[in-house]
């Protein structure tokens, strides 16, 4: 069974940025690494909204935005419209490219927001079923519909950066021994 690393934490932990660590580790190493990374929006130290982007191409779309905010459809999520529409066009192509072209699968995040989208659910699926190992930060609600299908590596500040090693040393052993 391929390797299933699940990342997850509090807000603000460094989530998304250990997993940014390990993909440009891996790709320095000369594997290619696919999927998706979110990033907050921010403007005037307020967050506004989630960016998408994909890592083989850099195309970016706009994950949620605050209501209001944005002339995108989307549905009501909260204080936000998440943006179904973005999600299918920038974050479902680039995981099933990933899926095809790859070694390591990067999903970031598999959240509530994500799951209004039935194409990234089934994205999600196609990965779980594929042979490709998979990073991927899952929000801590939805955590347990994960755990039993991979590692679950908690971040907190104290053990972020012990964790980035750990992980990296896990991601770095499969894609060694896939490639032999």
């Not at 920038?90 to 072209?101: D, H």
């Not at 347990?144 to 908690?154: A, I, K």
């Amino acid at each position: 069974m391929a390797l299933r690393i699940f990342v997850t934490g509090p807000a603000g932990v460094g989530k998304t940025t250990l997993v940014e660590r390990v993909a440009r580790e891996v790709d320095r190493w000369g594997y290619i690494v696919g999927g998706v990374i979110t990033r907050e929006v921010r403007r005037g130290g307020r967050r506004i909204g989630f960016k998408i982007t994909a890592l083989d191409t850099g195309e970016e779309g706009t994950l949620a935005s605050l209501r209001g905010t944005s002339h995108l459809p989307g549905v009501p999520f909260g204080k936000y419209v998440v943006h179904v529409d973005e999600i299918e066009r920038v974050a479902v192509p680039a995981i099933r490219r990933a899926i095809v072209e790859a070694d390591l699968i990067v999903i970031d995040e598999i959240g509530p927001m994500e799951y209004t989208s039935n194409e990234f659910i089934r994205a999600v699926g196609e990965v779980l079923k594929s042979e490709k190992p998979l990073l991927a930060v899952v929000h801590r609600k939805f955590i347990d519909r994960f755990r039993p299908l991979g590692e679950v590596h908690t971040l907190s500040f104290e053990n972020r950066n012990a964790e980035f090693g750990i992980i990296l040393d896990r991601v770095m052993k499969e894609l060694k021994g896939i490639r032999g």
